[in-house]
């Protein structure tokens, strides 16, 4: 069952909320109540695709896949925890990123058509439908966040069932937002009341219609009605064009509804998972469009690629010029979430594009503040938001792969 992939699965999903709902309703919140939901959640979510919605198989390959990197990646934290304490090496804390990253990137590499081994078989079924399974890299976020936040000592003791309720948490498994570990279990432990529910799951109850507005008519009907009746490879110039600008809002509306639905599911919950989106194409520059745009990944690879990036090579001394290495920190940043989204040369030409865009950019504020303009400055912004909707909307067309 695909989360927020069909009217069943909202009905079940609010089914079964429905003591949580009522709860809440008295100012109380019970934590055993939503591991409960989230655990009958997991299991529809994860269920053999061919069995009934009750016949369910606990052994279908996505739910082996899921147990099997969950259990890999707490035992990696667990034992990480302990070895900080006595040894916090970078050799020991490379090592650790590096196994929790592997299995992510042996699907990608299995999923990928560069590789040949989507085609491979075993037992008749697919190899790429063997292995892996639906979210399995936004779990992965928070691993590694949860990791280096134990490097840093933010994080110094690590309780089993926290990390189990943070990593399982169903709302956002399939699509995100990407949460903080802290974040949440401050939301799971802090004061909770009827006034502060009430006031989660009216936020909720607009976020849900929100994401129907969104995913089921606008981008439903860009679908529909523009991208599936143009023939990219022989369309003119001009409908090229249209395809892209189409494109570009169907990824937005479809994606930000998606976020909407789990951002209103964990409301109802009692956790206020961040917001994902915040108006992207009205952004004036291009950094403002990735403070706008996904901006939990955003946030996340900022924080845990570009800056750990730009201290280790300042603190080792091995680049003098800080704009040199704050390039080299966004090309890096962004060819990583390139990679991230797929094995394939459209997903990496994607981040790199972003990342000389970023780079371009910085050139371009250091030339505007020795030469200032002197256009209305709302006249600027508006020229601004067109170019960058622009290029953010070409960046968009080679991530469909259609110029590949």
Not at 98 to 122: N, R, T
Not at 305 to 329: A, Q
């Amino acid at each position: 069952m695909i989360p927020y992939g069909d009217f069943l699965f909202f009905f079940i999903a609010l089914g079964l909320l429905l003591p949580v709902i009522l709860l809440g309703f008295f100012g109380k919140r019970n934590d055993i109540l939503n591991t409960i939901v989230t655990f009958i959640m997991i299991m529809l979510i994860f269920k053999d695709p061919n069995k009934n919605l009750f016949n369910i198989s606990i052994l279908s390959y996505e739910m082996v896949s899921f147990i099997l990197f969950v259990v890999f990646q707490i035992v990696l934290i667990k034992s990480y925890v302990k070895i900080v304490k006595t040894k916090n090496t970078s050799s020991i804390f490379y090592t650790v990123i590096f196994l929790s990253i592997l299995p992510l990137a042996i699907v990608k590499i299995v999923q990928s058509s560069m590789f040949g081994f989507h085609s491979v078989q075993v037992n008749g079924l697919p190899i790429k439908s063997m292995i892996g399974f639906l979210g399995i890299s936004y779990i992965m976020f928070k691993c590694i966040q949860i990791l280096m936040e134990i490097r840093d000592k933010r994080i110094k003791e690590i309780k089993v069932f926290d990390v189990v309720r943070f990593l399982t948490f169903f709302p956002t498994i399939s699509s995100g937002p990407i949460d903080r570990f802290k974040r949440f279990n401050k939301d799971e432990t802090k004061g909770f009341t009827r006034e502060k529910y009430l006031d989660l799951l009216q936020k909720a109850i607009h976020y849900i219609f929100m994401g129907f507005l969104y995913k089921y008519i606008i981008a439903y009907l860009i679908n529909q009605k523009v991208i599936l009746m143009i023939n990219f490879d022989s369309a003119s110039l001009f409908m090229k064009l249209i395809y892209m600008y189409a494109y570009s809002f169907y990824l937005f509306f479809d994606f930000a509804g998606y976020s909407l639905f789990a951002i209103a599911f964990s409301y109802i919950m009692g956790i206020e998972t961040p917001p994902n989106f915040n108006q992207p194409f009205k952004s004036k520059n291009i950094k403002d469009f990735w403070n706008r745009w996904h901006m939990s990944l955003s946030f996340w690879f900022r924080d845990m690629v570009y800056m750990r990036f730009v201290f280790f090579v300042t603190k080792k001394k091995l680049i003098k010029d800080k704009l040199l290495i704050s390039n080299i920190g966004f090309m890096l940043n962004f060819m990583i979430m390139g990679i991230w989204h797929g094995v394939e040369w459209f997903y990496i030409v994607y981040g790199l594009y972003h990342g000389v865009l970023f780079v371009a950019y910085g050139y371009y504020e250091q030339y505007r503040k020795k030469h200032p303009y002197k256009i209305n400055a709302k006249v600027m912004d508006i020229i601004g938001i067109i170019i960058t909707f622009h290029v953010v909307a070409f960046g968009f067309l080679i991530f469909s792969g259609k110029l590949f």
